[in-house]
């Protein structure tokens, strides 16, 4: 399968603890974007890399987020000490970075709750 | 900056009926225009974009949209609903370029009636 993966697709944790997600993105996309969903919402950008550096972060994005992409292949999102206003459809895209690739790719997202 | 906004939260129509969801833009540089789609507990999947040219642009399962540059407008349209055409649907935008983040609208869940 050569689409976006993303590991794992459900998470139940207890408030409080941290969680960590994966996305592999398609091979050879050097750009990789983390999206999150609320429920009735449209999907609100968190962050993108561009190779391993992480070019821009939103708001949404607490200090309680952090994400990498260390050898600009795969990236990790993690959320220390969850909350209740976490839970939410987190969704990982890629692309190429060109003006001639505009469409990004997304997996079929993690869907995280906290109890 | 570029925003969306999408109008009906929720639309239904009658099997075999026009589907038309509709979507306003809002963009500072020339935008490249997107419509996903999402089934329930899945990722999005793209429909058609508008990057340049030809305003009418054309997308997967019989579905196309129609760029209006004096209306800012980027709706969505299907001559005949499919009851396979429940879901959920995304405008979106970003920048001209293949190097800006997309924004998305709010959705408008489609229901089918048979």
């Known amino acids: 399968d050569t689409g976006v993966s993303q590991n794992p697709r459900h998470k139940i944790t207890k408030r409080g603890q941290n969680v960590t997600f994966r996305c592999d993105p398609i091979?050879?996309?050097?750009?990789l974007y983390w999206y999150r969903q609320t429920l009735g919402q449209g999907p609100e950008f968190l962050t993108y890399f561009q190779n391993e550096a992480q070019l821009e972060k939103s708001r949404l994005l607490s200090d309680r987020f952090s994400a990498e992409r260390p050898k600009g292949s795969f990236s990790t999102l993690e959320i220390q000490r969850t909350e209740q206003g976490d839970s939410a459809m987190y969704l990982c895209a890629s692309k190429l970075s060109s003006s001639m690739n505009t469409e990004a790719f997304f997996g079929q997202g993690t869907r995280l709750t906290v109890v | 900056a570029q925003s969306v906004t999408q109008l009906g939260s929720h639309v239904s129509v009658s099997e075999g009926a026009l589907v038309l969801l509709r979507c306003n833009y809002s963009?500072?540089?020339?935008?490249?225009l997107f419509w996903y789609v999402q089934y329930p507990n899945q990722g999005l999947q793209l429909l058609l974009k508008y990057t340049t040219g030809a305003t009418l642009v054309k997308g997967i399962n019989g579905f196309e949209a129609e760029f209006k540059k004096s209306e800012t407008s980027f709706h969505l349209t299907k001559p005949s609903a499919h009851m396979s055409d429940a879901a959920e649907y995304f405008c979106?935008?970003?920048?001209?370029?293949?190097?800006?983040?997309?924004?998305f609208g709010t959705g408008t869940k489609l229901q089918v009636i048979p």
């Open positions: 979106a935008v970003s920048g001209a370029g293949g190097y800006q983040k997309v924004t």
């Open positions: 091979s050879e996309h050097n750009r």
């Open positions: 963009s500072s540089v020339p935008p490249y």
